[in-house]
């Protein structure tokens, strides 16, 4: 069962969703806005950096293995800003003042200034994010693969958004471009589900979760 905007005030008045800063009037009838944080936020891969070190290990240039990094050692390792414009205009996402502008094909990892989940004790719902329709008409890709917030979950939400249209897309600071839709589910997790092994949960910047010890 999906929550009304009726059911996600609520939710959010009783404590059970957690949205920080709440909304004030931008829910949909089903929906809550999500904004951009900071710019200085945003962050993209430094490909050279990694091409350096695979080569001195005798690697193909930009090969990354996905399933088997840990993934805050290697974003706090190849994560930078997006380099400004005056000193990289090739660059697929590029810096301009308070805006980031991404070129068709580039890539940008930028957080929610909102945090938002649910209390790890006794959650009740499961979030999803997806991007609005008006800015996917332009090509701008948001949040397309990982659309889940789990149950106890909570934190800023890295949104991970690429340009696969034709033309240079310019956010800044606060713009909507995702949303948040909440559901009910059947009962609580049980309790052997270990919130704290994510990499994620809890994070406050795109970078993922503090890393534990190895």
């Known amino acids: 069962m999906y929550l009304s905007d009726v059911d996600l005030r609520e939710a959010i008045r009783s404590g059970r969703l957690i949205v920080d800063p709440p909304p004030t009037d931008e829910l949909g009838a089903t929906s809550i806005d999500l904004h951009l944080d900071g710019v200085d936020q945003a962050r993209v891969w430094d490909t050279g950096k990694l091409a350096k070190h695979n080569k001195a290990h005798g690697r193909p240039t930009l090969e990354l293995d996905i399933a088997r990094m840990t993934y805050g050692l290697i974003s706090r390792k190849y994560l930078i800003a997006p380099p400004h414009e005056r000193e990289a ?96 589910i059947t009962c609580p997790p049980s309790l052997d589900v270990r919130l704290h092994e994510s990499a994620t949960h809890g994070q406050s910047s795109v970078a993922g979760a503090e890393p534990g010890p190895t």
């Open 89 to 184: 205009k090739e660059e697929s996402v590029i810096r301009r003042d308070d805006s980031v502008i991404i070129k068709p094909m580039g890539f940008v990892l930028w957080q929610t200034k909102e945090v938002i989940g649910t209390p790890e004790e006794s959650p009740r719902y499961i979030c999803f994010v997806n991007g609005k329709s008006t800015r996917s008409r332009t090509g701008l890709i948001v949040h397309l693969t990982a659309p889940t917030v789990h149950a106890g979950w909570n934190g800023n939400v890295t949104l991970e958004m690429t340009n696969c249209g034709p033309l240079d897309l310019v956010l800044h600071e606060g713009d909507a471009v995702a949303q948040l839709t909440v559901a009910m």
